[in-house]
């Protein structure tokens, strides 16, 4: 099957998206077309990602004087403290602007490496290369990067773009279930979202790209990056429009923080159990019709994925995430920023539901209830 290619194009940027089997053969190519003064580059690379990626990469790039720096990938190590270890790495080699960094992982390592790009010397040449479901058909897309802090995920960041990003469908046939589950979650809230025949594409096909079936598994990723390229072409820094792309990442985000980033949940997990409460939230505040629910958790049953919505039928576990809650960055006020769904392709705009802390309680019993 030929390599898929989507161009991420506005007036401010254009960069490639290239995903398919095999398609890292071409990043020797792309990096001589792309980055002809570089001399150095640096590649970080997920400690997950197995050895003969590594090997292949040091074939590719044996023209170039190689960095290679480990990661472990980690929310807790998505901080300011390992950003600072790869700007000294850099510093000490003098890498200039024109040189390369390279990120080779998961959403995680690219958000990090990314960082560090954009503010290494006021921003270096940067290319992510991919290698779980999530960041494939989501992360690596749309040049958001940065770190975790103490109050809240994702709160120290900039908005910085790759040069190229090469989605190689060969990584993920390594990854564990829950890990294929994680980058599900993201395609599900993106044809949720947007894209109707999308999700009955995905009501049929689901169980073959979680088995890693390579043609339904590259159609879900590029379909998947073409719904959040849409929103971000048309708000780049997420002033608006952009922030549909949180649907159900308000609760998830707050479940991540009160289980302090553990492994026992994983992001896609967490998106998973926060999609299904703020369709609830829809249902009460008369913004989306039970009928709704009813078909997102039917793919939930026919997939296996209703361990991960355990918990909200407990009103109790539900008013436990509201101190989570108020800390969420699309907050602006003292009320709670919801995405919420009209139907299945069609969300409310941003902003149209700011809802009370007390209102969120009163809520919680009957969101319990569905």
């Known amino acids: ?112 490496v990314g960082f560090v790009s954009s503010i290494y010397k006021r921003g270096i040449n940067f290319i992510n290369i991919p290698t779980t479901l999530l960041a494939q058909a989501d992360s690596a897309i749309g040049g958001k990067t940065g770190v975790n802090s103490s109050y809240g995920k994702n709160l120290v960041g900039a908005f910085y773009q790759p040069r190229l990003v090469i989605s190689d469908t060969t990584f993920i046939h390594s990854l564990p279930k829950k890990e294929m589950i994680c980058g599900y979650a993201e395609i599900l809230k993106h044809s949720i979202i947007k894209d109707k025949k999308f999700f009955n594409w995905l009501k049929k096909n689901t169980k073959f790209v979680l088995t890693k079936k390579t043609k339904e598994l590259i159609y879900a990723i ?12 048309k708000d780049v820094n997420e002033k608006g429009l952009r922030m549909i792309l949180n649907f159900g990442h308000t609760f998830a985000h707050a479940i991540e923080v009160k289980n302090n980033y553990s492994k ?30 009813d078909q997102v958790q039917d793919i939930y049953k026919k997939n296996n994925l209703t361990y991960t919505i355990k918990n909200v039928s ?37 902003g149209k539901f700011k809802i009370s802390i007390t209102k969120i309680k009163t809520y919680a019993k009957t969101i319990s209830l569905y």
């Open 222 to 233: 590029k379909k998947s990056c073409e719904i959040k390229i849409h929103f971000v072409n």
């Open 314 to 350: 407990d009103s109790k576990w539900i008013r436990s995430l509201i101190p989570f809650l108020k800390q969420d960055k699309k907050n602006d006020d003292e009320k709670i920023n919801f995405l919420l769904l009209k139907k299945i392709g069609l969300t409310n705009l941003p």
């Open 264 to 293: 026992k949940i994983t992001h896609g997990e967490a998106v998973l159990t926060g999609m299904i409460l703020a369709i609830k939230l829809s249902i009460i505040v008369k913004n989306c019709s039970k009928k709704v629910l």
């Open 1 to 112: 099957m030929k390599n898929q290619e989507i161009k991420f194009k506005n007036k401010n940027h254009n960069y490639s998206i290239i995903i398919g089997m095999d398609a890292l053969r071409i990043l020797p190519k792309q990096i001589k077309q792309l980055c002809p003064k570089s001399k150095n580059i640096a590649l970080i690379i997920d400690n997950n990602v197995p050895k003969k990626f590594k090997y292949k990469l040091k074939k590719g790039l044996k023209n170039y004087n190689l960095l290679f720096l480990s990661f472990n990938a980690n929310e807790k190590n998505k901080s300011m403290g390992v950003v600072n270890y790869y700007l000294n790495k850099l510093l000490s080699k003098n890498f200039n602007r024109s040189d390369l960094v390279i990120a080779v992982g998961g959403g995680i390592t690219g958000d990090v």
